[in-house]
Every structure is written in structure tokens, then in C-alpha cells.
């Protein structure tokens, strides 16, 4: 059974920076790419960042300079460093494996002063 779980969300002031982890279990993991979505209050799910498994990642617009996806194979780990957050950033995050129907149940990160 796959599970994601997510770790590392929290209560930052703006320009602050948190690294967000998902551990999964329960898959061969080096084999998928991985994605992070957040959802923000009255707006709908939204990708953030991906990594496939031959390491390319991709970044929205929003958040490239800003933001970094990485992932760690031999600890089936996948990360999101964010850096210079700010109050838009507020949202729960989410682990997602591309094109499968499993989601972690998500990290809530607030921006606020």
C-alpha cells in the first residue's frame, strides 16, 4: 500500500524558509517522478514543482528562484527548500505521485508576520 506522508510545514514570517519532506513508503520510488501541489483558501489545487526520475524538475513561475525540489532515492524522500516565502505562499502542500491517485494528506504552511 503507498503511502506519502509530508513533514516539515509551519508558521514562518515572510521572507523566512522551510523545507517540507514527504517519505513514501510502499512503491519503488526511483522509478516515479514526484510532484509537490498546494491548495490555498477558496482556490483550487495547483502544481508547485515536480522531479522525475531522471532528476529534471520543473517549477511554476510563482515560485522559481524561490523554491527547490530534490529527492533522495536511497531514503525514498522527495523535498521542497522554500526560500524568501511570502504571505501568497500560504497554502496546505501536497506530495503527489504524477499520474497515479496517491496524495499525502498534506503540511499546512503559513506566511504570516
Known amino acids: 500500500q503507498v503511502q506519502l506522508v509530508e513533514s516539515g510545514g509551519g508558521l514562518v514570517q515572510p521572507g523566512g524558509s522551510l523545507r517540507l519532506s514527504c517519505a513514501a513508503s510502499g512503491m519503488i520510488f526511483s522509478i516515479y517522478a514526484m510532484g509537490w501541489y498546494r491548495q490555498a483558501p477558496g482556490k483550487q489545487r495547483e502544481l508547485v514543482a515536480s522531479?522525475?526520475?531522471?532528476?529534471?524538475?520543473y517549477h511554476v513561475d510563482s515560485v522559481k528562484d524561490r523554491f527547490t525540489i530534490s529527492r533522495d532515492n536511497a531514503n525514498n524522500t522527495v523535498y521542497l527548500q522554500m526560500n524568501s516565502l511570502k504571505p501568497e505562499d500560504t497554502a496546505v502542500y501536497y506530495c503527489?505521485?504524477?499520474?497515479?491517485?496517491?496524495w499525502g494528506k498534506g503540511t499546512l504552511v503559513t506566511v504570516s508576520s
Open positions: 522531479i522525475t526520475s531522471a532528476y529534471t524538475t
Open positions: 503527489h505521485v504524477p499520474g497515479t491517485g496517491y
